[in-house]
């Protein structure tokens, strides 16, 4: 899915991700876990081809990220502000998510509004937050991607959206085999998603391995994130 050696991004003199090396397999559903100002969003952005490296490599599906329209295809994002266009109507976005993709899958995109129980007529700036994050979620998978990118997707969400939004990604993942690398604060929510877990801390990766191999007896996976979190930090350069 990812493969990075070295990779950092630098904002003047602060590194907002700094010497990140590691490699997801594919197939997995990815929890990006951290405090604020980790480095989580910077690598999301990254392998979206949102942003350029400052040092060291990176490969998304075994490409540089963005690097063809056709590598831009396989890769479907969703950015934390579960961005839609507030002036445009549910089918509007429907028809230009057909205009901008080349493998935009219709049949799929309208099914999940249909089942979702979304007005085609209503504008996106008159849907619930939970209604937004779903029709963002269906513009990202419709486009069929190979991975799926999420940046904290359900943080503005209540809890009952919030389990909506991620019941709807666990039957997507069973029934696209998508690889999912998905951001987020919320522990609770990766262990019920997530196989796979990457830990990040003041820009410095401090682990990333499958979620049943890294725990062990009697060790929740809370437990395992909060003392990563708490281990003394590394001065942030490459």
Not at 106 to 123: F, M, P, T, V, Y
Not at 129 to 158: C, M, W
Request: glycine share 8%; proline share 5%; hydrophobic share 45%.
């Amino acid at each position: 899915m990812l493969r990075a050696n070295g990779l950092g991004k630098r904002y003047r003199q602060r590194w907002a991700l700094a010497d990140c090396t590691l490699a997801i397999p594919a197939g997995k559903v990815v929890g990006l876990v951290g405090p604020n100002g980790a480095g989580k969003t910077t690598l999301l952005q990254l392998a979206a081809g949102l942003l350029r490296p400052t040092s060291g490599t990176l490969e998304v599906l075994g490409r540089p990220p963005a690097v063809t329209p056709a590598q831009l295809a396989r890769v479907g994002f969703v950015a934390q502000s579960t961005p839609t266009y507030a002036s445009l109507s549910v089918a509007d976005h429907l028809r230009l998510g057909a205009w901008l993709n080349p493998r935009w899958d219709g049949r799929l995109a309208e099914a999940r509004i249909e089942r979702l129980g979304l007005d085609r007529q209503r504008r996106a700036g008159r849907l619930s937050g939970g209604q937004r994050a779903q029709l963002a979620l269906t513009l990202a998978i419709a486009k069929r991607p190979e991975l799926l990118i999420l940046d904290e997707p359900v943080a503005s969400l209540d809890p009952l959206a919030r389990s909506e939004f991620l019941q709807e990604l666990s039957a997507v993942v069973a029934e696209h085999s998508l690889s999912v690398l998905l951001s987020s604060h919320l522990i609770a929510d990766v262990e019920r998603v997530c196989d796979y877990l990457v830990v990040l801390v003041e820009s410095r990766l401090r682990v990333a391995g499958a979620i049943d191999e890294l725990l062990t007896a009697g060790r929740s996976l809370e437990d395992l994130v909060l003392t990563h979190m708490a281990q003394p930090a590394r001065e942030a350069r490459p």
